[in-house]
């Protein structure tokens, strides 16, 4: 079947459901800290930065699922039948198809919010289809599956919002929270693997709940995620903004009272943990942009 055909020969819903609009909070909410860091006015910006939300959302990570999708279309089919591809929803070669186009229309759109932007793009496509493709497969490994991702997600989408808010000009306290909240989100890929313990073990991939188990994984992740924090406060008093360094440091603390439940079973509690604690994660990233607006 040619490329064209596969592409045109399938339901748009099907399409979406391989995009997983789900997934496209995290980096669209880390772009919205870039935005925010940046300390740029957003009067006359808001084309550009609709086509950053695009971006970051739709189309990086919405690429980033199609290739992961095809990849693990064996893995998917012990762990998740119902997905298009083991379910034969998206026949033949469309995902494949799919993820290559969309990778494509994701640097096009990069190029032309600028330079740093595009490398920004580049770097975060070539870690996904690294994670997901041979002979890379990063998720193989839990601990460098977690930090591509977590780099993705998280500090290469607040990189861009705040490159396409400055012409490209990146301050260090921009690129210390971006890389601190990627360290962070290394723990949050973690417990985004307690769901699929059975088929990874059966299939070898090695995620850390498959390597750890499942409460020793979920003290590391919690651990990563802690230090993270707690090192995005220190540098908030260090660069005199001791209010919101206070304001880190109490959502810490009522993560901490939810990580202590978490850990009593991890592997059924990890998607209300995602639903709690990883809520106030991500209000402390827009607590901390706001802080280094004028930095």
Request: charged share 10%; aromatic share 10%; glycine share 10%.
């Amino acid at each position: 079947m040619s490329a064209k055909l596969s592409l045109t020969s399938v339901s748009p819903f099907v399409a979406l459901e391989l995009l997983k609009p789900v997934t496209w909070f995290p980096p669209m909410w880390a772009f919205a800290c870039g935005v925010v860091a940046s300390g740029a006015s957003t009067h006359g910006h808001w084309p550009l930065i609709a086509a950053g939300v695009l971006l970051a959302g739709p189309l990086v990570c919405g690429s980033s699922q199609v290739v992961n999708d095809w990849f693990d279309r064996h893995v998917d089919a012990i762990n998740e039948p119902q997905r298009p591809i083991p379910s034969g929803r998206a026949p033949g070669r469309f995902a494949l198809h799919m993820a290559i186009v969309w990778s494509a229309l994701s640097l096009l759109v990069a190029a032309a919010l600028g330079t740093t932007v595009l490398l920004a793009a580049s770097v975060g496509l070539a870690l996904a289809w690294a994670y997901s493709a041979p002979p890379f497969r990063l998720k193989l490994n839990g601990w460098w599956g977690g930090a591509a991702c977590g780099i993705c997600y998280e500090g290469l989408a607040w990189v861009t919002g705040t490159a396409v808010m400055t012409g490209g000009h990146l301050s260090m306290p921009t690129l210390v929270l971006a890389a601190l909240y990627s360290f962070g989100a290394h723990g949050i890929m973690t417990l985004n693997d307690f769901k699929s313990i059975d088929g990874d073990r059966q299939t070898g991939v090695r995620t850390l709940p498959v390597q750890l188990g499942a409460e020793r994984a979920a003290r590391v992740a919690c651990v990563v995620m802690v230090a993270s924090q707690l090192l995005v406060m220190a540098c908030l008093f260090a660069w005199d903004r001791p209010f919101y360094g206070v304001a880190i440091g109490a959502l810490v603390v009522a993560q901490t009272h939810l990580m202590r439940r978490l850990l009593g079973d991890p592997a059924a509690l990890a998607p209300w943990y995602n639903a709690t604690g990883i809520s106030l994660f991500v209000l402390g990233m827009m607590i901390s942009a706001v802080a280094i607006r004028a930095l």
